[in-house]
């Protein structure tokens, strides 16, 4: 009998993962041929299995045709979502810290959210041009996935505009001699060898990278949103958005607002990613009766520490210039309302 590659403890965690984030189907397509056998069957098996557990994941295998290789691809190649119009890839098996990332691919893919910022999905919206989006991995890289993942976040949030390519480092050779990968993940634009970064990029920097490339007047687009940015700083009465703040701002603003919500957050925090949203559209169905602020802790490190914030997110409530709640992780919209209002007069 053949030794399956997920086992009962992970089959099980699967299943309740997909019962609860797997919305729209996702489509699965396998490229292969005759190289790398090894990694070619270990995918084959491993996709088997995955969408055996879910009737929303569907399976088809291809062979490599010269259409296939043209667009780069290789054995093991596998499409997510392409029926849906997405263009999210992989060259090589999803093996070690890439399996996670695969199985979060699949959720993002199948839910359309993608948790990034409201200003990214706003600067994505103005891509004009198709971009190809390359990021280098190795299955013992624990940074590697987040690479990933922000590829295919954006690819998802622009479909049909970005292609989205993870790349086993080891089983795409002449690919990554190509770009002279070193160090991983490591980020190529457009194939652009004057692109390429390593390390996991801050969201809006790389974003604003890739409109470089792909929006025909990209200078005109980035000063638009500086202008929006200095506008979402101003301590306007009655915002229906949240107010940027910084360690210079805080107080005033502690002080101008009867009842503020601070959320303190940071790009590389991946439960941030879910209470972002959460925050924009709270800030505009409460509008005159509950101010919401944003504070990025990485670039404004003191006001943290005089809170004694050690774990983001979290949201601290003010109530006539004084601290009058804590509140400690990702909770639901309505929850989280609910303890807001707690402190309406």
């Not at 929303?56 to 392409?82: F, M, Y």
């Not at 601070?262 to 709270?282: K, N, T």
């Not at 505009?284 to 504070?295: A, D, H, N, S, W």
Request: hydrophobic share 40%.
């Amino acid at each position: 009998m053949e030794t399956r590659v997920i086992d009962e403890s992970t089959e099980k965690t699967l299943r309740e993962i997909f019962a609860q984030r797997l919305a729209a189907p996702v489509d699965l397509t396998l490229y292969t041929g005759q190289e790398n056998e090894d990694a070619t069957e270990f995918t084959r098996r491993f996709l088997r299995e995955l969408s055996d557990l879910s009737d929303k994941l569907t399976l088809e295998e291809r062979s490599l045709d010269g259409d296939a290789r043209q667009r780069g691809l290789v054995s093991p190649s596998i499409e997510i979502g392409r029926k849906r119009g997405y263009r999210v890839e992989m060259l090589g098996a999803p093996s070690g810290h890439e399996a996670g990332a695969f199985i979060e691919t699949l959720a993002i893919v199948s839910s359309g959210d993608t948790g990034l910022s409201g200003d990214t999905r706003r600067k994505l919206e103005h891509l004009d041009k198709e971009v190809l989006l390359y990021s280098f991995v190795t299955p013992s890289c624990p940074h590697c996935p987040g690479s990933v993942l922000q590829n295919h976040r954006i690819a998802v949030a622009a479909p049909g505009k970005v292609r989205s390519v993870a790349v086993s480092a080891a089983e795409n050779m002449e690919l990554s001699r190509r770009f002279q990968v070193q160090s991983v993940p490591q980020q190529v634009i457009n194939e652009d060898p004057g692109s390429i970064s390593v390390g996991i990029q801050p969201e809006s920097r790389y974003v604003d990278q890739i409109l470089g490339y792909s929006v025909s007047d990209p200078a005109a687009v980035l000063a638009e949103f500086r202008a929006t940015a200095a506008k979402r700083e101003q301590l306007v009465d009655a915002p229906d958005h949240p107010v940027t703040l910084t360690d210079a701002s805080f107080d005033q603003a502690v002080q101008k607002y009867p009842l503020l919500v601070v959320d303190f957050w940071a790009e590389w925090c991946g439960p941030c990613r879910v209470i972002g949203p959460i925050i924009e559209q709270l800030a505009g169905e409460q509008q005159g009766r509950i101010v919401f602020g944003k504070l990025d802790t990485e670039a404004n490190p003191e006001t943290p520490a005089r809170f004694d914030i050690h774990s983001i997110p979290t949201m601290l409530v003010f109530k006539n210039g004084q601290l009058a709640d804590r509140l400690v992780g990702v909770q639901p919209k309505d929850a989280l309302l609910a303890e807001f209002e707690k402190h309406m007069d």
